[in-house]
């Protein structure tokens, strides 16, 4: 029998439901605003995993291999979630990043090293987000590549400019121009009507038709996990950082992991959604495309003017905030390694100067995208070798050494990055690439 209603006229079995209810929706509302305040980093990070290098790498698996190289975007997301995790948790454990670790850790002469590799990593990615950049201007408005590649350049520094306003300021730029490509690439879809059966298998059944499909799967995991965000998210992290115990810094981890498994699986979808296009469009209408000109013109008879202008738009956006985060892993690679300052505008002047060879002289910014690309699968191992030997070691970590299945599935991902770059140069020394 329940008891009499209070004053109210409510009774107390309801008074007692009512408290648990709104208790609940309070605690669900504080996680998620804590929640909210550690998504950030990782979406700046997924920039560089659906950059121009991926435009490039995708459209050309797709156009000539359907939907066959799908699962290679899988595993390749899969090895850059475990990476991205595991450089956080490096700077959220030693309130350092990855480069200025490694000058703490290892010679003077092996820093030298890791630093001119990582700085070839840099210009690779530079070259092709401002490639891409200069390109999604040309076909967005017909303005002449060399005057294209210079306002990306003008607008890549008044990006990285608005950081003096803090990293939640480009943080929410950045976050713009990801939702710029996520939904061009939305609409893509829906005009592209793929098979689904067939993304289905393909994104789960690995297969590789010849050699020319393994060169662009290695630019596909060049493109996919990339070697300057490695040592930029230990960096970005930093920004969420305040003075911790061990169980705090596990916290902050914990709610880290979140932001990179939402922010990576995004770019997956990306990055699958390019692969699709391709393969529907240019494989299903045997249409060959060699360059990115060619991609865009192609996408008008077929789908209609909508697409082609949608396609420019993503490229824009892609090179544009691809060429802003590189910009500032490229500030973390010279500061943490050997202390080197060089003005902001100096670097950004240098490693324009390969992109603006390859426009000057008529090189076919496609191939040049995806070689790119190849070039960081080979300066990977640089990145991720020092990080996995950092990460081990308990006096460093403290709680958040890796345990060792996570050193061993890191061992794992490095023997497959350098076993598909060892194959690559058998084949191209043999002449089947």
Request: contains cysteine; glycine residues 6%.
């Amino acid at each position: 029998m329940l008891k009499s209603a209070n004053a109210d006229g409510v009774a107390p079995v309801q008074v007692d439901r009512i408290y648990i209810e709104s208790y609940h929706r309070s605690q669900f509302g504080q996680r998620a605003r804590q929640m909210l305040r550690y998504l950030g980093p990782a979406f700046i990070v997924s920039v560089a995993y659906i950059d121009p290098g991926n435009f490039a790498t995708n459209i050309s698996g797709g156009s000539k291999f359907n939907y066959a190289l799908l699962w290679v975007i899988l595993w390749s997301n899969a090895m850059a979630i475990f990476l991205q995790t595991i450089s956080a948790k490096l700077g959220i454990a030693t309130g350092s990043n990855l480069p200025e670790m490694c000058a703490k850790v290892f010679s003077r002469r092996t820093n030298w090293c890791l630093w001119i590799v990582a700085e070839v990593a840099a210009m690779a990615t530079d070259l092709a987000e401002f490639l891409g950049g200069a390109l999604g201007l040309y076909l967005l408005l017909q303005i002449p590549l060399p005057w294209a590649g210079l306002i990306i350049g003008v607008l890549t520094l008044l990006i990285i400019y608005m950081e003096k306003y803090g990293q939640r300021t480009v943080e929410m730029i950045i976050g713009l121009l990801v939702a710029v490509i996520c939904g061009a690439y939305t609409l893509e879809l829906f005009l592209a009507k793929p098979n689904w059966s067939q993304v289905s298998y393909h994104t789960l059944v690995p297969s590789l038709p010849n050699g020319e499909a393994l060169l662009i799967a290695v630019g596909m995991l060049g493109a996919t996990v990339m070697p300057h965000v490695i040592y930029l998210h230990s960096q970005l992290v930093q920004s969420r950082k305040t003075p911790e115990t061990e169980e705090q810094k596990k916290r902050h981890f914990h709610l880290t992991r979140w932001d990179i498994i939402i922010a990576m699986n995004i770019a997956f979808i990306v990055n699958a959604a390019m692969v699709v296009v391709a393969g529907s469009v240019f494989f299903t209408h045997a249409v060959e495309v060699e360059t990115i000109e060619q991609a865009h013109q192609s996408l008008a008879p077929l789908l209609g003017s909508l697409s082609s202008a949608v396609f420019a738009i993503a490229l824009l956006a892609s090179g544009l905030s691809s060429s802003a985060v590189g910009t500032m892993a490229g500030q973390t690679i010279m500061k943490g390694f050997v202390n080197l300052q060089i003005p902001l505008l100096v670097r950004r002047l240098i490693t324009m100067v390969p992109a603006m060879v390859v426009i000057m002289c008529g090189i076919d910014p496609m191939k040049a995208l995806v070689i790119s690309q190849v070039v960081l699968s080979f300066s990977l191992p640089a990145a991720v070798i020092p990080l996995l030997m950092i990460t081990r070691r308990r006096e460093i970590m403290g709680s958040l050494v890796n345990s060792p299945w996570t050193n061993r599935l890191g061992y794992l991902i490095t023997s497959i990055i350098i076993g598909l770059n060892a194959v690559l140069i058998i084949l191209t020394f043999t002449g089947q690439v």
